[in-house]
């Protein structure tokens, strides 16, 4: 059993930077293949970023060129540096880890976007 723990989310003005960290349990962090998710009132939760084992990374559109998603394998860490924040950014954020086809999950963080 994997688990996942977030932090960093809060409250942060239009334009503003904000950074994730996800700390995740076991010996074999650096197999595991992690990502963001996010998910808004109303919507479904839909993939931000990803990254795999051999540090491959992929961004959903829209915050292409903004976020930029790492990993710490002596840590076990994975962040996500959000830059340039909107209002439509807002939503939880959900730290995410693929082992073997299983999806773990933490419970998110909560980002809020607004003047």
């Known amino acids: 059993q994997v688990q996942l723990v977030e932090s960093g989310g809060g409250l942060v003005q239009p334009g503003g930077s904000l950074r994730l960290s996800c700390a995740a349990s076991?010996?074999?962090?650096?197999?595991?293949?992690m990502g963001w998710y996010r998910q808004a009132p109303g919507k479904q939760r839909e993939l931000v970023a990803a990254i795999t084992s051999g540090g491959s990374t992929n961004y959903a559109d829209s915050v292409q060129g903004r976020f930029t998603i790492s990993r710490d394998n002596a840590k076990n860490l994975v962040y996500l540096q959000m830059n340039s924040l909107k209002p439509e950014d807002t939503a939880v954020y959900y730290c995410n880890a693929q082992i073997r086809g299983v999806n773990y999950w933490g419970r998110g963080t909560q980002i809020t976007v607004s003047s």
């Open positions: 076991g010996r074999r962090f650096s197999t595991y293949s």
